[in-house]
């Protein structure tokens, strides 16, 4: 049985899944996501220079009951491309998961 609390909560999630969600494909499944940050620097990579590597970064808040919990390392399709977990962490009803991607 759900409380008032509960009730006022979900209400509340879905509001702001409303105005600030994107959707989104993650490893085939729809979801909605809220970007945080997208980066195209070499954040993390110290080496980008001599090797010619670098990083696209982004992160993401998920609703926790949309997706499996990801993990370190974890590699995922979103929207068609190939990203890795960098971190992912829970917070309240939402993954907040730092993804990255590797190009030259």
């Given at each position: 049985?759900?409380?008032?609390?509960?009730?006022?909560f979900a209400s509340a999630e879905?509001?702001?899944?409303?105005?600030?969600?994107?959707?989104?494909?993650?490893?085939?499944?729809?979801?909605?996501?809220?970007?945080?940050?997208?980066?195209?620097?070499?954040?993390?990579?110290?080496?980008?220079?001599?090797?010619?590597?670098?990083?696209?970064?982004?992160?993401?808040?998920?609703?926790?009951?949309?997706?499996?919990?990801?993990?370190?390392?974890?590699?995922?399709?979103?929207d068609g491309e190939s990203w890795?977990?960098?971190?992912?962490?829970?917070?309240?009803?939402?993954?907040?998961v730092t993804l990255f991607q590797?190009?030259?």
């Open positions: 049985m759900s409380s008032r609390f509960d009730d006022l879905g509001r702001f899944l409303d105005l600030f969600g994107d959707g989104a494909v993650w490893n085939g499944q729809p979801v909605t996501v809220i970007p945080r940050q997208m980066r195209g620097d070499d954040y993390h990579s110290e080496n980008a220079p001599e090797t010619g590597v670098l990083r696209r970064w982004q992160t993401l808040d998920i609703p926790a009951n949309s997706i499996q919990k990801p993990y370190p390392w974890e590699e995922i399709d979103l890795i977990v960098f971190e992912a962490y829970k917070i309240g009803g939402f993954y907040t590797d190009y030259a």
